[in-house]
């Protein structure tokens, strides 16, 4: 069983990467950087459950916190971003020429 | 055991080194005293030790070495200090002359900028000429060598704000290379044959291995010979001496006068063994004198400007020491070496004075009637250019030109058209000098002096034109009752000339026709420049002379020859080579590296989507080769 | 407990997928939300009840209110569906999918090169936290420093933005039109 979790975490993994690439929306490229983080703590757990040790349950919680420090973060610089240039497209941040 | 003093050798070229490396540093912030009081005085203690050690001087050559240079294999040299009778005297002239040009330098340089370089560069070069004659070594001496040929460089372009200095310095850096290129095969040809160095251990070798006339001897004789002409600016490497006077009369002095021209002289002085063991050489030596000094005699009678008259007559006295080099009389062709460096040095410091008082006018026919306005100018030039020319029994030219026209005609190697040859130079030799004196200081005052000598000028020249009368006593020939005091001293370093060969004419027989013709050539430039001066117009006025005087001034078109000879030829392969493979290699990496620019530029675009999907593909890819 | 999980996978995928496709944000919000949920009783299923309770807790609760705040803040439901039609992939889906696919068979493969399959263990909430208050105390200290990183972080980058925004409203109150 374990090894279809670590599919489920493969193919989540995999939508978040296709949602990151395709979409424009920082917001939801935002969304899908959850939705990987999501994947990589579901492959620990399933690891750890393979192997009986809390350790993957552990590593899971971390990317827990981390993705919620991400979040808080990250939503404050779309903020800072759509008071600068009134939009949350990911095109606009771009001041080069080349 | 050698005397103590000896062992002080290695600070006579280390002092002025030091002090130039100083000057160099640090000349600017010294301020212009202390930058002359410290050129000065380190020649200065060259000389003191020179002297020192010529007084302690007990006969037996000795060296002295100072580090280990090159120890490769089989081939080793070190930095050795030779010391015998011959680099007593080099260096005894050498520092003394140099000191007394320094001194005038503090105060004849005193306008010019540059004043700490101009001292820092005059110490380089008395350290290296120092290096060149007390080395015992040929690559040593090769250093020496090639430091003079770049102080020289140095110093003809010192003003380098004037393009045509340094155009000259190059030009004369150029031509002397030629002349290296041919030493430094020597070189190799030395090397590879007798496997040494070493002056005197090579020397020894040569005669060991290879008879009277070997070939090996005869190219190595004649490369060493290509270099000596090119340094000592004799036939067909002489174009470029009138050209360096466009350096400051000091340098013109020291290095063109004094000094570096006669390390040629020096050179196959020190290498006379080799000399003996290959005659074609030798031949080719006197020979070479022979065409120089009278080429440039003739050349020196058609010039107006005044250093450039001291220039070709410079070159023309070293074709007599070539001369007399070529016909084995060594010892002659030093000892008027030496004379030449007092006289010839005086001349230039006087032109220097002229030069300066009239502000920088150089052409003498702009000159005249100076003799009342600048005395020690005037007589300075006098009492120089009779040693020049050959006074009779008072000046010390004639006694070591004597020698030498003597020397020409009776030494086993000599020949009557040689003899006559001298004859004629000396008779040239007192036509253009004494135009020189005529036209500059009598007649009437064209130009009023403004700057007159101070004490820093007047006193080397007092100096010099003392030791012009009388240097030749070291030397005056047997026949006239003299000891020949030089020639002895010489005799371990230099072989006295062989039995001389049986002649019509004595040595006093000889002495007395040179003196004939020093009075006829005074009285007839006398006649021609100022008491009839109708008959230079006729002279002149005919197409043929109007001619020879343009050859002759144009130094017999050997510059124009060597231009479209040589020069065009090479710039034009230059220029049609410019953009070969070598090139296109070069060119070819800067233009990969602005293709790769300009490549990897589109990736920075600042779109995040795009980054995030490098990114993406950067890790996948990853993933992949470590799964293989 | 196998046929929970296949159940909550499938779930899990079906709405993943809706969400990283709408166009609405609020739409993918609330598809994402239950995407979550079957992922936490997939973890349930795993043998991981604390870590599934942890994720609705956490993860549903917490992250994607953040979430929900800052869409209704930017007004990015209903009212920018016209941006967004036109900011839709469309063509765009093609390069991510190629990606993805190539990812996605480099991980089978690796799945395909493992060992035999394993059941899922239980471990419970308590061996969790003894290996957290041991193992990795230091872990846990770090964590909390990010998270505290993090609040104080967002707070200056927010402050800003609102303090902009009244530090405008006043000057045009003062200063009036000119």
Known sequence: ?????????????????????????LLMILVSIEIMLNAAGLAFIAAGAAWNQPDGQVMFLFILTVAAAEVAVGLALVLQLHHQTKSVDADRANRMRG | MHPAIYNALWLEPVIPFASSFVLLVAGRKMGRRAAAWLGSCSILASFLIALAIAVAWDGAPFTQTVWHWIAVGSFQVDMGLYLDALSVVMTLAVSFVSFLIHVYSTEHMRESEGYERFFAYMNLFVASMLTLTLANNLL????????????????????YGDEANGLAGRKAFIVTRTGDTAFILGLFLLFNQLGTLDIQPLLQRAAAHWHVGAAAAEVAAFLLLGGAVGKSAQLPLQTWLPDAMAGPTPTSALIHAATMVT?????????????????????????????????????????????????????????????ALGVGAWSAAIFHLVTHAFFKALLFLASGVVIHALNDEHDIFRMGGLRHKLPLAFWCFVLA????????????????????????????????????????????????IFRLIFVVFYGSEKLAPQHFPGPAVQWPMVVLAFLSMVAGFIDLPVALGGGEHLSRFLAPALPL????????????GSEVIAAIVFFVGVYLIYLFQLQRPSLTETLMAGGFTQGLHRYWYSDWGMDWLYDRALVRPTIAVARADQHDVVDLFFAGIGALCGGLYRGLRLTQNGQVRRYAAWIAAGAILLLVVGLW | MPVLFGFAAIIAIVATVMAISRLNAVHALLYLVPSLLAVAVAIYALGAPYLAALEVIIYAGAIMVLFVFVTMMLNLGEASKRQEQQWQPGRGWIGPTILAGLLFAAFLVSLLRAGPPTAAHYVGPHDVGLALMSTYVLGVELASMLLMGAAVAAYHLGVAVVGKQQKAAETAAKVGTP
């Not at chain 2, 040593?140 to 003003?159: A, H, K, N, Q, R």
């Not at chain 2, 001291?310 to 023309?316: E, I, P, W």
């Not at chain 2, 000339?497 to 040595?507: F, K």
Request: charged share 5%; hydrophobic share 55%.
């Open chain 2, 497 to 508: 000339v062989a039995q001389a060969r049986p002649t019509a004419l004595g040595e006093i």
């Open chain 2, 140 to 159: 040593l001496l090769l250093l020496g060598w090639e430091g003079v040929g770049l102080c020289s460089y140095l110093l003809i372009g010192f003003w």
């Open chain 2, 385 to 432: 250019g009779c040693s020049l020319a050959g006074l009779p029994l008072i000046t010390a030219g004639f006694y070591s030109k004597g020698l030498i026209i003597w020397q020409a005609y009776s030494s086993p190697l000599g020949t009557t058209w040689l003899w006559i040859g001298a004859l004629t130079g000396a008779f040239l030799t007192a036509l253009y």
């Open chain 2, 263 to 323: 390390a040629g002289v020096y050179l196959i002085a020190r290498m006379h063994g080799l000399y003996e063991l290959a005659p074609a050489a030798l031949f080719a030596v006197a020979l070479i004198g022979f065409a120089t000094l009278l080429l440039a005699g003739c050349s020196a009678l058609t010039q107006h400007d005044i250093k450039r008259i001291l220039a070709y007559s410079t070159v023309s006295q070293i074709g007599y020491m070539f001369l």
């Open chain 1, 1 to 25: 069983m374990t090894h279809m979790g670590l599919l489920l975490a493969a193919v989540l993994f995999v939508l978040g990467l296709a949602g990151l690439l395709a979409r424009r929306n």
